[in-house]
């Protein structure tokens, strides 16, 4: 990508013994499936460029609204055609930056001999408007329909390459998802960017939890929430939302530096115009062909992970990652993520991990320097192909404008700007990525303990079992939790009612445990990036409505959340835990209202967490060159006998 500025450079840096070995494993555990999806990508390549092949009256439709020198364009199939498609909304600070964005994209298109066509757009929903409502149950799925929208966009068989325009939690695994399933098709993806910054994180967490305690009234919190929350862009904490962003840019589908430039700027606006020109140079029509399948690889989901867990990202790409990951024909656990945790350093602290904000990092450094830093330790892959072209080593350079007002990239910081804030891989916050795998006969589980000190990693206490999170509210304002307990909050899984994030436990659980109080959260449901500094086991797998042990805890049974061993027990015997039946439940609240009907569906399909919660897999089709899966209620997504030979 000389044309736009990229340096790049060959890593002579030998990669790290434990990424090379989950890597290997990855591929070798993933041979079936991948060998059957590249070979149906194969089968779609050989029919490039597609509008050739299209009849004329299919041709017609795709570009009469045109004007008559794109319609030549479009009919002669010798420029690339560029499918945008959006999940612009002007309710979401986060999206309505995209707004602007299709026209900038087909004017920059048109600039290099191309056309782009808005061929659709997709749903976007945010969880900080749904959180704690009944709408916050179709969030999960959400994922699974913006897949699908985004095929039917595509489905028109008119384009030679995507512009995927998104942001948010769901969207942008979504938007990849769907893009995969045309892996044939060159892809990139197009951030919005974060709005810029706002009432500090410290103040805003002391107001929630000030709400909490009911010191101050919802004016109060109102205005705490709209000073935080305050302008076009991406919250700027690091939940799923940046959490996206940074896994975009270190698999390579971004361009360099793109994740964390504030919107309607005019950097934000250059790098989306070179968005469209880049992808107008690596279709098949061109000499640089990067389709998506090739560069979603083993080696970029790993350097996925790697980011996540460097930067503590959101517990929520645990279930994200493995569903695009399987969309790409690769399958990863969670056994994945915790090994590489062991041996990848947390290189930044971003609230809810720290004090500053996704501005405060990109000041100080932002992923051009993480990359970098990676890279030269060995813990990046960089033999991939990019968006960019091939080698993530020109991801750690960063964008900016020259004197002209040109778009143009040099190198990095080499040192950070805000040790508070990021940190080298020599001197890290933590030597681990702050996320354990918990496992026992509870099952299994994932816990963020990236915010958590050291006095709160082990939790042993009685009991306290709920059904929902406005349970636990109830009690709280009963005066009822003043105690050492686990929260156990049962049937929250994806089946039950579509795994909502509990986020409204987070502030009184954190009273309770500023208190002196021992406290943990264990549940089959989410807490997403916005995890902090209270332990909690989240994902239970199998959840209670699979059969889930978990479905058989009482109160006043005794848990264990152990962070340091990676333990998720109950003190109870196998000969008890099985002759208990799971106490029956009324889940009828769940499936009516707000739309929820319409997912009936989807929480019937769904796999378990671990196995992306994915709504839409059928396994004797979708796998069939791959040995069959067990039964949805296992535990485990595993084609187990390959991996336990691996």
């Known amino acids: ?100 964005f299709p026209a900038l994209l087909k004017q920059a298109a048109r600039e290099v001999g191309a056309v782009a066509q808005f061929a659709g757009g997709v749903p976007a929903m945010c969880d900080g408007v749904t959180q704690g409502e009944a709408g916050m149950e179709i969030s999960l799925f959400s994922r699974d329909v913006i897949a699908m929208s985004t095929a039917v966009a595509l489905s028109h068989n008119m384009f030679d390459a995507v512009l995927a325009l998104g942001v948010c939690d769901k969207i942008v695994p979504g938007l990849l998802i769907g893009a995969l399933k045309f892996g044939h098709l060159p892809a990139i993806m197009v951030p919005g960017g974060p709005m810029t910054s706002g009432m500090s994180n410290d103040e805003k967490a002391k107001i929630r939890q000030l709400f909490a305690q009911g010191k101050v009234g919802r004016d109060a919190l109102l205005e705490s929430e709209a000073q935080s929350y305050h302008g076009p862009g991406t919250c700027t904490f690091y939940g799923t939302a940046n959490s996206n962003q940074m896994l975009m840019e270190v698999m390579g589908l971004h361009l360099p530096g793109a994740a964390f430039v504030n919107p309607n700027t005019p950097l934000r606006d250059a790098l989306t115009r070179a968005a469209a020109q880049r992808a107008a140079k690596i279709t098949a029509l061109g000499a640089e062909y990067a389709p998506l399948s090739k560069v979603v690889d083993e080696r970029a989901i790993v350097n996925g992970i790697v980011g996540l867990l460097a930067t503590g990202g959101s517990t929520n790409h645990t279930i994200h990652l493995v569903a695009i990951a399987q969309a790409a024909g690769i399958v990863i656990t969670w056994d994945d993520f915790s090994d590489l945790s062991a041996c990848v350093p947390l290189l930044a602290k971003i609230y809810p991990n720290g004090k ?54 040099r190198a990095a910081p080499a040192a950070s700007g805000d040790t508070s804030m990021l940190r080298p891989v020599a001197t890290p916050f933590s030597p681990d990525g702050g996320l354990k795998l918990l496992k026992g006969n509870l099952g299994r589980a994932v816990v963020k303990t990236s915010a958590l000190k050291s006095e709160h990693r082990v939790v042993e206490a009685p009991a306290l079992v709920f059904d929902s999170q406005e349970e636990i509210m109830s009690a709280f304002d009963r005066g009822e939790l003043l105690r050492d307990f686990v929260a156990v909050v049962r049937y929250q899984g994806p089946r039950a009612n579509g795994m909502p994030e509990l ?92 739309g929820r009907e319409l997912f009936a569906v989807f929480r019937a399909n769904a796999l378990g967490a671990e196995q992306g919660a994915m709504s839409y897999v059928l396994p004797d089709r979708e796998y069939t060159e791959a040995p069959p899966l067990p039964p949805r209620v296992h535990e485990h997504f595993l084609f187990s006998a390959e991996v336990a030979a691996v």
């Open 1 to 100: 990508m000389t044309s736009l500025g990229f340096q790049g450079s060959a890593s002579s840096t030998p990669i790290h013994p434990i990424v090379a070995a989950v890597t290997t494993r990855i591929r070798v555990r993933s041979a079936p499936t991948r060998a059957a999806y590249l070979k149906r990508v194969e089968q779609w390549r050989q029919q490039l460029p597609v509008r050739r092949r299209l009849s004329c009256t299919n041709l017609a439709h795709g570009c009469a609204a045109f004007e008559p020198d794109e319609k030549l364009t479009l009919r002669e199939a010798i420029e690339p055609n560029i499918a945008i498609v959006s999940s612009y909304n002007d309710m979401l600070s986060a999206h309505q930056p995209l707004e602007r």
């Open 356 to 409: 500053g904000d996704v501005n405060h990092f990109q000041a100080a450094g932002g992923m051009g320097f993480v990359i970098g830093e990676l890279l030269d330790a060995g813990l990046l892959h960089d033999n991939v192909l990019t968006v960019a072209g091939p080698g993530l080593r020109r991801y750690s350079e960063e964008p900016y404008l020259r004197d002209d007002g040109q778009l143009a990239w």
């Open 503 to 594: 986020h409204k436990l987070t502030p009184l659980l954190g009273v309770l445990q500023d208190q002196g109080f021992k406290v943990a959260l264990v549940t089959d449901g989410r807490m997403s990036g916005a995890s902090g500094k209270v332990p909690a086991a989240i994902h239970v797998t199998p959840e209670c409505l699979a059969g889930g042990p978990l479905a058989k805890i009482r109160n006043g049974d005794v848990i264990r959340v152990d962070s340091e061993r990676g333990a998720l027990e109950a003190r109870l015997s196998a000969r008890e835990l099985a002759k208990r039946d799971p106490e029956p439940v009324d889940l009828t609240v769940n499936e009516f209202g707000l």
